[in-house]
């Protein structure tokens, strides 16, 4: 089955404690991107990448990192995160631009 | 400001009559739309897509309408069915490098039985 898997579903943590949000697609997709959604504002690009070691900003890249070294995966690392990262986080895959996107089901972030 | 908006958070049906979300984009660099419809807990799933070369295009009980002019499109879903309850994110691309859609805010519908 094609899907995208995003691990862990949910996560409390505090504020400072590095995370890592790991996303894997079985696709072969070149593009993937980290969304993150939050009330009345949709989704915002984070970070996406075109292929493997080949990445860049999104919307709001601000306090995430992200690395491509395979090319089914493409985690998503807060290395000191804050409360205002608290958030739903998507993972997404795709084959080229302007194709749509295939969704991972969310993580659940709360920063105390 | 969004660039993309979609402008009423939520929408109630009754079954079997036509449901019609809307949306409205500023930027004129965008060239397609998509349509995603996301149950809670799950990710968003697509839907139905369209280019800007066009001003229809459909797909079962699903049609999108792009008025180009107006910098607007809709969803329409006849007839509308319980299981279409869900919240319908419109989103804009204008194929830039990193296939970075931008969303709109989301529209809950709800079909009554």
């Known amino acids: 089955e094609a899907q995208v898997t995003q691990n862990p579903r949910y996560l409390i943590t505090v504020t400072g404690k590095k995370l890592t949000v790991t996303c894997s697609q079985n696709m072969n997709h070149e593009y993937m991107s980290w969304y993150r959604q939050d009330p009345g504002l949709g989704l915002r690009q984070i970070y996406y990448?075109?292929?493997?070691?080949?990445?860049d900003k999104g919307d709001v890249p601000e306090g995430y990192k992200v690395s491509r070294k395979e090319k089914r995966n493409f985690p998503l690392i807060l290395e000191s995160p804050s409360p205002n990262q608290t958030s739903l986080y998507f993972c997404a895959s795709s084959s080229r631009s302007n194709q749509p996107q295939h969704f991972g089901d969310g993580t659940r972030l709360s920063i105390l | 400001d969004q660039q993309v908006k979609q402008n009423s958070p939520s929408l109630s049906v009754q079954e079997g009559r036509i449901s019609i979300l809307n949306c409205d984009y500023t930027n004129s660099m965008f060239d397609y739309f998509l349509w995603y419809k996301k149950y809670p807990a799950e990710g968003p799933t697509f839907l139905i897509s369209?280019?800007?070369?066009?001003d229809k295009n459909e797909d079962g009980r699903f049609t999108v309408f792009l008025n180009k002019s107006a910098k607007h499109l809709s969803l329409h879903i006849v007839p509308s069915q319980p299981g279409d309850s869900a919240v319908y994110f419109c989103a804009a691309s204008d194929g830039n490098a990193g296939n970075m859609l931008t969303f709109g805010g989301g529209t809950r519908l709800m079909v009554k039985p």
């Open positions: 990448s075109m292929n493997v070691e080949v990445t």
């Open positions: 369209i280019s800007s070369i066009k």
